[in-house]
């Protein structure tokens, strides 16, 4: 069991989403930065899809109350394990009586925590994700909060032994890099060309800034007024994780996560999903530029990251 003796800012249990249920009104949302919750699964011996605790900073203070092993991904928040640092990205233990805290925020927007075997967390409509619109799903935690583990002493005991001999970290060219400024690229969308030449500009040659008015939702964006030739009504369709809108007062706006499920707000292109992870990590104040790409194009970049992720899957189950 883990018991959380502070929550910290907006702490939930995420997996990588609710999906087939969008016509239904039901938003997938998931983990913001996917790829750093399914590497620290990888390499615990976990499925990928296993629910893991994503936080922001100030971070939550937590304490194992049974032995466990645990990775931390994404943001580095300086973890430390009894006041002993630990490391982002590796294989540790604890025993009973542990405490995780976090110091000095390092980089990045949200960290992941992943345990041997996961959480006892109920499903809703195959997903243990938080929806916190809806308010189903897996858990917002709050303090005094206590989460159960799959894997007891026995079992974990036998695990142990055998990520003994396994990869010890994730490879570094695996993690989303976190910078100061990210070139986000893009596909365009249906509206693009419903953009004059200045504005298709403004797109493609400026640095916007991540708004304050940003959440698990959407990506607020502050940068050169953008305009349409034509003002037509667009009838509303359906919209992704990724999609970026044209909003009325000629701003941008990227949908995340936690995004409705359709969008009547012109589209003005979408994300490639390699991208998003980026993305995630950016704080409020941080720049972007867009970057256009064709589909053929994206299909290659995220080809060659899955089968990347792949090599790293089959060396950690070589010896589980």
């Not at 936080?55 to 049974?66: R, W």
Request: net charge positive; charged share 20%.
């Amino acid at each position: 069991m883990l018991i959380f003796l502070k929550s910290g800012i907006l702490t939930t249990v995420q997996d990588l989403g609710r999906f087939g249920h969008q016509a239904k009104g039901v938003n997938p949302t998931g983990a913001m930065d996917h790829i750093s919750m399914r590497l620290i699964n990888i390499l615990l011996g976990n499925d990928e899809n296993e629910a893991v605790i994503e936080f922001h900073y100030p971070t939550p203070t937590i304490t194992f109350e049974e032995h466990a092993i645990f990775s931390i991904g994404g943001a580095d928040f300086s973890p430390s394990l009894n006041r002993k640092p630990v490391a982002n990205w590796k294989i540790h233990t604890a025993a009973p009586g542990d405490m995780l805290t976090f110091g000095k925020k390092q980089k990045g927007e949200r960290a992941y925590l992943s345990v041997k075997g996961g959480f006892k967390l109920p499903k809703v409509l195959g997903s243990s994700s938080t929806n916190l619109r809806a308010g189903f799903g897996g858990l917002k935690i709050i303090k005094g909060m206590s989460l159960d583990l799959n894997l007891k002493n026995g079992t974990l005991f036998e695990a142990s032994k055998k990520i003994a001999l396994a990869p010890k970290t994730v490879n570094v060219a695996l993690r989303p890099y976190i910078k100061n400024e990210q070139e986000i690229r893009i596909i365009g969308g249906a509206e693009l060309d419903s953009l004059d030449q200045d504005s298709r500009n403004k797109i493609f040659g400026q640095r916007f800034i991540v708004s304050g008015h940003s959440d698990r939702m959407g990506y607020r964006l502050e940068g050169d007024c953008i305009n349409r030739n034509s003002e037509s009504e667009i009838i509303s369709s359906s919209v992704a994780f990724g999609t970026i809108q044209l909003l009325p007062d000629g701003q941008l706006v990227i949908l995340m996560a936690d995004h409705q499920t359709t969008g009547g707000y012109p589209k003005i292109g979408n994300v490639i999903s390699t991208d998003l992870p980026f993305l995630a990590q950016l704080s409020v104040g941080q720049h972007i530029t867009f970057r256009e790409i064709s589909i053929d194009v994206a299909e290659k970049i995220v080809l060659k990251q899955e089968k990347e992720i792949k090599k790293f899957k089959a060396s950690v189950k070589l010896y589980s």
